[in-house]
């Protein structure tokens, strides 16, 4: 199965690795790009709606760029201190 990356609001902890909005992060995290802040809203408006983790395949579709390119922004969110960052099979 192949692994994927979501985003997940949820605050309990599971086994499984997952990338994760952070709502109670304990340092102030760096600043955002324009790019990341879209991304992010976009993120959150998804989980919000939803209420499921968006798959990465969706999010480069919605973003209209590859899903490695989607992989790269959440990884520079997980890096700033926005997500964590991880996959999930």
Do not use: N
Request: aromatic share 2%.
């Amino acid at each position: 199965m192949a692994a994927r990356l979501v985003v997940d609001t949820s605050s309990s902890s599971q086994s499984g690795h997952q990338t994760r909005i952070m709502s109670g992060m304990a340092r102030r995290p760096r600043p955002l790009t324009k790019r990341q802040a879209a991304i992010l809203r976009t993120l959150r408006q998804y989980v919000r709606l939803t209420g499921e983790p968006m798959r990465l395949r969706v999010l480069a579709r919605s973003l209209g760029i590859t899903p490695e390119g989607a992989r790269h922004h959440l990884l520079a969110l997980a890096a700033k201190g926005y997500t964590r960052a991880g996959t999930r099979r």
